[in-house]
Nanobody
Framework: QVQLVESGGGLVEAGGSLRLSCTAS????????MRWHRQAPGKQRELVAR???????HYADSVRGRFTISRDNAKNAVYLQMTSLKPDDTAVYYC?????????????????WGQGTQVTASS
């Protein structure tokens, strides 16, 4: 099994910054994509940012230029630096990772999710 643990959420004023962290542990051979999603009350969960195993990044239009995703492969960790936060960024933020495990004969790739961390940007 693989566990993802997030930290770093909180309450900030609009225009402020926060840095989210997420660390994976457990039966991990390698981690492929790592992602941050968010879900605001009454809305569907949406993909915010993605980083591939080689460090290529992708962002939703709503956060591009304000959020930065990064990863530390040695620590099995992914981060989300959020700046210029807006009230519309208020949501529960979830990290997710696509993890390779199993054996060479029976490889396995699965998505795992963290428990979520609340981010609130007040106006």
């Amino acid at each position: 099994q693989v566990q993802l643990v997030e930290s770093g959420g909180g309450l900030v004023e609009a225009g402020g910054s926060l840095r989210l962290s997420c660390t994976a542990s457990g039966m991990i051979f390698s981690i492929n994509d790592m992602r941050w999603h968010r879900q605001a009350p009454g809305k569907q969960r949406e993909l915010v940012a993605r980083i591939t195993s080689d460090g290529t990044t992708h962002y939703a239009d709503s956060v591009r230029g304000r959020f930065t995703i990064s990863r530390d492969n040695a620590k099995n960790a992914v981060y989300l630096q959020m700046t210029s936060l807006k009230p519309d960024d208020t949501a529960v933020y979830y990290c997710a990772a696509n993890v390779s495990s199993g054996t060479a004969l029976f490889p396995k790739r699965s998505d795992y999710w963290g428990q979520g961390t609340q981010v609130t940007a007040s106006s």
